[in-house]
């Protein structure tokens, strides 16, 4: 199915183009003075250089072109050399195969992704589809929109394909794929350690939801913070629905909050191009771009452990937090 973006957004998402001054640093060159965005004299900055303990005995050094970057004003994107790192790790851990129309930015925390886009698509009394029960936080996002709820009953494997059908045999997918109001558009899915069930849906099942997705013409908002800490007892990492996103139809929203630091904020959204460029214009009047020390920090931390490393440290992460709890749960029998 070709993808008419323009369906999924609100007016306010169809009228937005950003920032002209945000837009100026996509002109910069290396050594060019910009008089065009009210940048401070790194001369007057007060801090110079740091030097922050790991683990061990290792030191993680801020120099002072680091710290040049991490106190100036940057692109909303987010830190060029960040970026490229996480690019490469979408690459490797999703490989979505529409990654030519395909667009990554930095966002303050998966949370303020998801803030944006909602702003950007969602229309009061919009309908939302959503697991129960489902992440109070996002709740709250959705609330200021009154929506009109669609729940979808979850067990152990998490979202049901059968009740997703269900709940929408109401319409028929050849009338409701290219109608704009009063059917459902937006499905907003936690699928690794559902918050707040715990589940993980396997892949079999999301390949299902998408090919329903599919039919009904529905954006799928994937927001996977707990994405390396899951506990089922297959090793490999679970297939991502961005992985399988033939349609170009999935929002993905990630975070350093679970596997680093959450007071850090820093996140990425990955997804079609027409609608991340979007979510970068409600960034550009909002809140500028995501802190530059803290993706300093990120992107130093990557540069030093590799990919490798980063990935075998999440999942030892994901392996020492149950034993730290030390606390069982039950979930309702799985029913397909």
């Not at 910009?34 to 110079?48: C, I, M, Q």
């Not at 609330?143 to 067990?155: G, I, N």
């Not at 599919?214 to 913070?225: A, F, H, R, T, W």
Request: charged fraction near 20%; include cysteine.
């Amino acid at each position: 199915m070709k993808m008419a973006y323009s369906r999924f957004l609100n007016d306010i998402g169809k009228r937005s183009e950003g920032s002209s001054i945000r837009k100026l640093y996509d002109m910069e060159m290396n050594d060019m003075i910009s008089l065009g965005a009210g940048k401070p004299n790194p001369a007057t900055f007060p801090l110079l250089s740091g030097s922050l303990k790991m683990p061990g005995e290792e030191q993680l050094t801020l120099t002072p072109a680091l710290l040049n970057f991490a106190l100036q004003y940057s692109k909303t994107d987010g830190y060029p050399p960040l970026v490229e790192k996480l690019k490469s790790l979408t690459l490797r851990l999703h490989n979505p195969p529409r990654w030519q129309d395909t667009r990554l930015i930095v966002t303050s925390g998966s949370q303020n992704g998801v803030h944006a886009a909602l702003s950007l698509m969602m229309n009061v009394g919009d309908y939302v589809i959503i697991e129960e029960p489902n992440y109070c936080g996002t709740i709250s996002i959705f609330q200021q929109f009154l929506p009109k709820w669609l729940p979808v009953a979850v067990d152990n494997l998490g979202m049901r394909p059968d009740a997703l059908r269900a709940l929408l045999s109401r319409w028929r997918p050849e009338d409701v794929c290219h109608t704009t109001t009063a059917v459902p558009k937006i499905l907003y899915t936690v699928p690794i350690g559902s918050n707040p069930n715990g589940a993980v849906v396997s892949e079999a099942r999301r390949r299902e939801i998408y090919a329903i997705a599919s039919d009904y013409n529905i954006i799928i908002l994937e927001d996977d913070p707990y994405y390396f800490l899951n506990y089922t007892d297959d090793e490999a990492l679970p297939a991502s629905y961005l992985s399988m996103d033939t349609d170009g139809r999935v929002l993905r929203f990630d975070s350093f909050s679970k596997t680093i630091g959450g007071g850090l904020r820093v996140g990425y959204v990955t997804g079609p191009e027409p609608l991340v460029r979007k979510i970068l214009y409600h960034l550009h009047v909002s809140i500028m771009h995501t802190s530059g020390l803290s993706q300093v920090v990120i992107n130093e931390l990557l540069e030093r452990w590799g990919e490798d490393e980063f990935i075998s440290r999440t999942l030892l992460l994901a392996a020492l937090l149950p034993q730290q709890e030390r606390m069982t749960w039950s979930l309702p029998p799985t029913s397909t």
